[in-house]
């Protein structure tokens, strides 16, 4: 579970301290972080008026995703590779009892699996398997991650680096293994070189397992004695998304492109730093090149990462899904909840300071530059226009913090005054860093800063969504770059309630459009069985994916970001005091296209009549498309998702159900 105390339990905390339980655990609209106890009786009218020409501007990159390898989300998530630990890198700094042999086992006797490291295929790959045969028959087995699922009829690219080890070529037999130990489908590969060489064939599933646990298998059998040194054994179906070598697991890739995500921030999180600039930071240059030459490195999570899905994957990806790219980067300060604070010793910033430029050359610079030249070699010639970059992650805002920022930041600022900086101010949504964070900001002239916030349900109806009306209209920008509302529970749920409270901060974002420049939920992925963070927005397992109700809500504001805001006002007269008022949100965009789109969001009980009017509208059309979300229970998880339309003109009235979300359009 997370490492961190909550915003929920830290209000808690202070509450039960001041001797004010009864409030923290119950309050008036009922239990601190789960659902409000406020039961209304009948149904309840608004007014609603939208000034279709008084517009404020909304960025391009307001609804991004946060995407980090936590909860496997890349290696045995989005990551299509199906072979665990192809790299025989895995080490107990991974995992507590890992080891270059996690996930390989033999079936049979005659044939012994040994671990070497002399000669491998590269410094940063040091360990690979050595397979020695004394009897034909025996096979090495890879469980993959969770199993390996087979589609039947699919076409699946094998590939693996091989040496022959003794004085006779060997030749060795792959193939897919059913949930039941039917081979679905095979092939020969010869290892007779004796430097290291790479093979590969494509393999064909005669059947598949999808529609079951998935829990198929993968093998290497040695068809003649000898001895055959082997590594980064891979596995990719072909049909990866926009069909990529290296790629993405296509559904669950197009689940994110379904969101229309204006940007994809990456690698983290606490991934981008790790837990320590010396062992675990995600060093971008790590990450790109080929495969076998990438430096795997334990996971900050407690897993292990191939770097398989690196900095040249996640910005093809942007540019696959019209996304822009965020890398977030370190200024060589460890992540906060490692326990004490380390920083890159000075003598050493040179190599912090310079990846930062490296990595906007490696991204944007012409094909004649070092790392723009590896760009192009990797499949890229043209520049990936990157134009963000995150300095930083919630680090503690100190003054070894501050300096290491600075030197990070001014170089960049100098060399690419066109790259958009976007700062970190802590984990929390206020406190001691929050502010330390902001002051340096101010100081710097930072564009944008990201701000967290993990959060009760309520807070996010309470406070957030209000938070930024009074927030300086000059000088920095917010990124809303990690939130959350967490409800009480352990797995914390994905309820219709938290879903909906999110939504009503959404609706207070959109209306602040010339503040918030960008925001997105985190975390985005959760594989069953592999979680270290709940909630998630989308959960998976190997064969199928479970979208939740947040997930629904992210993807009605993506689908209808806004460029302009159109000013309105919300009201219920004495029908509802100002704490039931809050309960209800609406908001009023026009997007790029043309339309007009109305937002709804009711968390109160009962249903809720609004009489809109459009001030000044030319052409009002007839009717508009309608779209519903709501559940069965507030504190719930099922959802249901109606579309239709309704009448409209210059005056209408649109009914919002108990608990629910109204996205309301029209050109
Ligand atoms: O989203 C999960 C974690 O929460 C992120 O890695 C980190 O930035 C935050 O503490």
Known sequence: MNRKTTGSMLLALIAMTLGATAFAQQGPFGPRGNAPAAQLTGPVNGTMTVNMNDKLKISDTMF???????????????????????????????????????????????????????????????????????????????EGFGGFRYDKGAKYDFSMFARQQGDKPVKIEVGLLSDTGKVLGSGTVEVKSKTWEKVSLVLTASDGNSTEDACGKFYLKPLDSGTAAVDMVSLFPQDTFMGRKNGLRKDLAQTLADLKPQFVRFP??????????????????????SLEERKPIKNRWGYHQTRGLGYFEYMQFCEDIGAYALPIITVGVDCQFAGRQQAVPMDQMD?????????????????????????AKMG???????????????????????????????ALVAKYPDIVVVGTVGPGASGGDYDRGWKFARQ????????????????????????????????????????????????RPNTIETALDEAIFLTGVERNGDVVVMSSYAPLLGKHGNMQWTPNMIYFSNTKIDKTTTYE????????AGTNYLKNTLSFGNALNQRQALRVAASAVQTKDGKTVLKYVNTLNVPVSISVTLDNAANVPDS???????????????????????????TFTVELPAYSMTVISFK
């Open 444 to 491: 710097e002239k930072l564009p944008i800063v990201d701000e967290h916030f993990y959060m009760n349900p309520n807070w996010f109806v309470d406070s957030a969504q209000h938070r930024y009306d009074n927030y300086d209209r000059n000088g920095t920008k917010v990124y809303a770059g990690e939130y959350a509302a967490h409800a009480q529970g352990n797995p």
């Open 624 to 650: 508009a498309e309608s779209t519903v979300l709501t559940g069965p229970s507030f504190t719930g998880k099922d959802y249901k998702l109606t579309t239709g339309s309704i009448k409209i003109g210059k």
């Open 64 to 142: 991004g995703i946060f995407f980090e390898d936590i909860n496997y989300g890349a290696d045995g998530g989005l990551y299509a590779e199906l072979v665990a630990n192809r790299d025989f890198e895995c080490t107990p700094a991974d995992a507590r009892g890992w080891s270059a042999k996690k996930f390989w086992s033999l079936e049979g006797s005659g044939l012994t699996f040994d671990i070497a490291t002399d000669d491998p295929i590269h410094a940063n790959n040091p360990h690979y398997g050595v397979l020695t045969v004394d009897t034909v028959g025996p096979r090495l087995v890879n």
């Open 351 to 375: 190599r912090i300071v310079q990846d930062a430029l490296d990595l906007v050359e490696f991204a944007n610079g012409s094909t004649d530059t070092k790392w723009g030249g590896l760009r």
């Open 268 to 289: 983290g999180g606490c991934v981008a730093h790790g837990n320590s600039w010396q062992d675990d930071c995600y060093y971008w240059k790590d990450s790109v090149g």
């Open 553 to 560: 809500v992210q993807k009605l504001f993506g689908a209808n």
């Open 380 to 410: 890229h010639p043209k520049p990936f226009g990157l134009k963000y970059i995150g300095l930083g992650n919630e680090e503690q805002i100190t003054d070894a913090f501050e300096v290491r920022f600075k030197m990070v930041n001014d």
